[in-house]
Structure formats: structure tokens, C-alpha cells
Nanobody
Framework: HVQLVESGGGSVQAGGSLRLSCAAS????????MGWFRQAPGKEREGVAM???????RYGDSVRHRFTTSKDSARKTVTLQMNSLKPEDTAMYYC??????????????????WGQGTQVTVS
């Protein structure tokens, strides 16, 4: 089993920045990527970013060029740096991990291991 714990959420004004972290433990050697997702009230869970074991990243269209994900394999931690935040970025943010085919890594339904989420509010 894989355990994931997010941290770093909070409230920020539009144009500001936040940095989220996701600490992984357990059987992470069985996974090949970690993803960041977000869900606003009444909306579907949206793929934000993902990073694979090689460090290759991919981003959702709405956050590309504003958000950056990176990993520290030694510390088993993935981060999401969010810049130029907009009110529409307000959501609960989750990290997820699994063994996922390359074409599905921004699809929430492809992941079985999830953190508890951290709230990001942009006003």
C-alpha cells in the first residue's frame, strides 16, 4: 500500500504563489508516476500535473507555464510550485500515485492511491 500526505495549502491573493508538497511512504516502488489533481465544489477532479520516475513532467492546459512539479527521490517527496495564482485555481488539491500508462497520467480514474488533500484558496 502507498501512503501520501499533502501539505502547504492555504489562502493567497491573486497573482501570488504557493508551494504544495506530497510525502510518500509504503510501497512506492510499485508506482511509476505521481500526479497532482484538484477538485472545486461541484466540479470533476481535474489533472493538474504529473511527474514520472525519470522526472518527465506533464501539465494540464489551465496551469501550464504557471505551475511546476518536481521530485526529490531521496526524500520521497513531490512538490507543486504554483505561481501567478488565479481565483479559478481555488480547489482542494490532491496528490496521487500508481502505475499508470503514459497516456492516462492526468486522468484521476487511473490512480488508486490518494492523499487526503490540501485546500488552496485564491481571492
Amino acid at each position: 500500500h502507498v501512503q501520501l500526505v499533502e501539505s502547504g495549502g492555504g489562502s493567497v491573493q491573486a497573482g501570488g504563489s504557493l508551494r504544495l508538497s506530497c510525502a510518500a511512504s509504503g510501497s512506492i516502488q510499485r508506482t511509476n508516476c505521481m500526479g497532482w489533481f484538484r477538485q472545486a465544489p461541484g466540479k470533476e477532479r481535474e489533472g493538474v500535473a504529473m511527474i514520472n520516475r525519470k522526472g518527465t513532467t506533464r501539465y494540464g492546459d489551465s496551469v501550464r507555464h504557471r505551475f511546476t512539479t518536481s521530485k526529490d527521490s531521496a526524500r520521497k517527496t513531490v512538490t507543486l510550485q504554483m505561481n501567478s495564482l488565479k481565483p479559478e485555481d481555488t480547489a482542494m488539491y490532491y496528490c496521487a500515485a500508481d502505475r499508470v500508462p503514459a497516456t492516462r497520467r492526468l486522468l484521476a480514474r487511473a490512480y488508486n492511491h490518494w492523499g487526503q488533500g490540501t485546500q488552496v484558496t485564491v481571492s
